[in-house]
């Protein structure tokens, strides 16, 4: 199982510490510092023109109206007052995406994890059903899969009808305020199969002597799953946990197409994203449209610390290596 | 829990198995049965199988819009796509063998920023990316698509490869440095190849992200001529007339076949090129 470390210090690999570290390898990192920056430097001018130069302008950008023609005009914190405290669009927005992200998120990484377990057994078709069952992770994304979808859950579509046939009557779910989020969480969790894989790698790194072990012991089947399965698997479900927060956060095209492109009935289904881009590009305010976007990387930054923060409470790593 | 004879207890899990498979793959299995349905039967019959097959839909949505037919958005994507795998593969694999194997200043402080990227929202560089490209008179173009990653900027891809490099033994390097390769020989003839699987796994996922992708598409591309798959997709988008329907499907149908056929293409590369690198997409 590998997480994410922080790298190596250099030549840790290959040079013990201590005092028969000379100037050999000082000699060698100057020798291959000209040929190492020819490797970066694709890398450096993407980091330095895409990433961090766009960074610095879009903060800038923030604190200003600027609309692409004239030039940008300072507002100071005019655009972060006025998202808070008179843009109704926009506070509903927030509350679709926290939604969104509180509901999917904890359904897709349960319904992986159970799906991982029930695969985990040395029974054969295990390649096929695993196959099955990642296929969504790849396909669900595309406008094509939302458009599936979204006539699935339309009026009269295969969901209301079966539902129909078990006795609950419901809307058409795209059509209603109340279920049209609903129906796009359902797309998120569809796509269970990317951390179920990831899920399935962590179980078979269990060494099976501990279930084996406690069975004896007299364990029943979920105090071993409470006291050995989800120990073991917490650094998987922590790196699962921060990712899949990160891509919810972001979500776009589902809710673009299953709200028809405009935030669905009633704004229900107006992602934060979605609502950036209408701001940005098609009413051109882009000033506050970066604003909007350094609150997003703000809310993910402190939700991603809180999430390293609270790792040291349950993530459990059972080799005593410090870790990040 | 009371013990069943092994054969029972097996064949209760397939079909548990094959019940979540049911559910799991229904949508698409819709999907290929709408795509040759009379437009009029694709929602009022629950039915898979239609009462006739009905290609008016792939005819008709094969004619695109505003002149453009549907081929061209294929091509189009087709063309984003494969540059795109090109510039990954390349730019990744490079930034990734210095990360991995090359000793420099700033090594760490530029590894621990690689990897914050990750974690950063695409919006925050869209609107001056954005600028830049309209300055330039790229917008429109698909340069802005492809562009960013001829420079590395997906880190995930980096990171994977550097975590990928990193398992690859040194003795081969240092063998080939004896020998005299210079580092540039033993990137290209030894780390490069020995890879293989990670730059298939980036190939794959650059594949299919690309062809998903809508957003960035969406933001930079506005010619009818231009058009991509997704963006092709998305005419339908504002009808729900019934009218639409078979050419709506048809083509979404047609959409996702290069990702299955990509997909059962490489497989089992994929799968265990992402449970063994313990990341996903």
């Known amino acids: 199982m590998t997480t994410v470390r922080t790298p190596d210090p250099p030549l840790a690999r290959d040079t013990p510490a201590g005092p028969r570290r000379r100037d050999r390898p000082d000699r060698r990192r100057r020798k291959s510092q000209p040929q190492a920056f020819a490797f970066l430097t694709p890398w450096l001018l993407g980091a330095v023109a895409l990433t961090v130069g766009p960074m610095v302008v879009s903060l800038y950008l923030s604190f200003t109206d600027y609309d692409m023609f004239t030039a940008p ?46 695969l985990n057994t040395r029974r054969g078709a295990n390649g096929f059903y695993r196959a ?11 406008v094509a899969a939302a458009l599936v979808w979204r006539a699935l859950f339309m009026g009269g579509g295969p969901v209301n ?28 969790v569809w796509q269970f199969g990317a951390p179920m894989v990831i899920f399935l790698a962590g179980l078979k790194q269990i060494p099976a002597e501990l279930h084996e072990a406690a069975a004896i012991d007299g364990a029943g ?21 921060v990712m899949e927060a990160i891509h919810a956060f972001q979500a776009f095209t589902p809710a673009f197409v299953i709200g028809g492109g405009r935030g669905g009935p009633a704004d229900a289904d107006l992602f934060y994203t979605l609502y950036l881009f209408e701001v940005g590009f098609q009413d051109f305010r882009m000033g506050y449209a970066s604003a909007m976007a350094w609150v997003l990387l703000a809310v993910i930054a402190i939700v991603t610390a809180i999430v390293f923060r609270t790792a040291k409470l349950w993530v459990f790593y059972d080799d005593a290596e410090e870790r990040t | ?66 002149d453009v037919g549907f081929g061209r958005f294929f091509l189009n994507s087709f063309l984003v796509a494969g540059l795109s795998v090109v510039a990954n593969v390349l730019s990744c694999s490079l930034a990734a063998y210095a ?15 690689m990897i914050t990227t990750l974690m950063l929202p695409y919006h925050v560089t869209l609107i001056p990316q954005y600028v830049i490209f309209q300055q330039a008179g ?28 990193r398992g690859i033994p040194r003795e081969l390097d240092e063998a080939a440095t004896i020998d005299g390769c210079s580092v540039y020989r033993t990137f290209w003839h030894v780390v490069l190849p020995l890879s293989k699987p990670a730059l298939v796994t980036t190939s794959i996922f650059t594949f299919i992200w690309t062809w998903n992708d809508f957003f960035t598409q969406m933001v930079y591309l506005n010619d009818t001529e231009k058009f991509t798959v997704p963006l092709g997709l998305r005419l339908f988008v504002d009808t729900s007339s019934q009218s639409n329907f078979g050419a709506m499907f048809a083509m979404s149908a047609l959409a996702l076949v290069p990702i299955v056929l990509f997909f059962l293409a490489f497989q089992r590369l994929l799968v265990e090129g992402v449970s063994t690198s313990g990341l996903k997409g």
């Open chain 1, 221 to 241: 089947a979920f105090r071993r799953f409470r006291h050995i399965t989800l120990p073991m698997l917490s650094p998987v479900i922590f790196f699962n946990l």
């Open chain 1, 161 to 188: 009808e079966v539902l129909a046939f078990f006795g609950w009557h419901t809307p058409s779910w795209v059509d209603d305020p109340q279920f049209s989020l609903a129906s796009i969480v359902l797309l998120g």
């Open chain 1, 132 to 142: 099955a069952f990642y296929a969504p992770s790849l396909l669900g994304a595309s």
């Open chain 2, 99 to 113: 990360f991995a194997r090359l000793n420099f200043r700033f090594r760490g402080a530029l590894f621990a920023f």
């Open chain 2, 138 to 165: 790229l917008v429109n173009t698909f340069v802005p698509l492809i562009l960013p990653k001829l420079l590395a900027t997906e880190a995930f891809f980096v990171f994977l490869i550097v975590q990928f490099m």
């Open chain 2, 1 to 66: 829990m009371t013990v069943l004879p092994r054969s029972a207890r097996s064949f209760g899990w397939h079909v548990l198995c094959l019940v979540i498979v049911a559910v799991v793959l229904y949508p698409l299995v819709w999907l290929a049965f709408a795509s040759v349905k009379p437009p009029d039967e694709i929602l009022s019959r629950l039915a898979l199988l239609p009462t006739r097959f009905v290609f008016d839909g792939y005819t008709k949505g094969w004619e695109g819009a505003a």
């Open chain 1, 73 to 118: 005009d300072w507002v100071g914190f005019g655009n972060f007052t006025h998202m808070f405290t008179d843009d109704d669009r926009y506070l509903q927005s927030v509350k679709v995406t926290l939604i969104y992200v509180l509901v999917s998120v904890p359904l897709k990484l349960t319904v992986s994890l159970l799906v991982a377990m029930l």
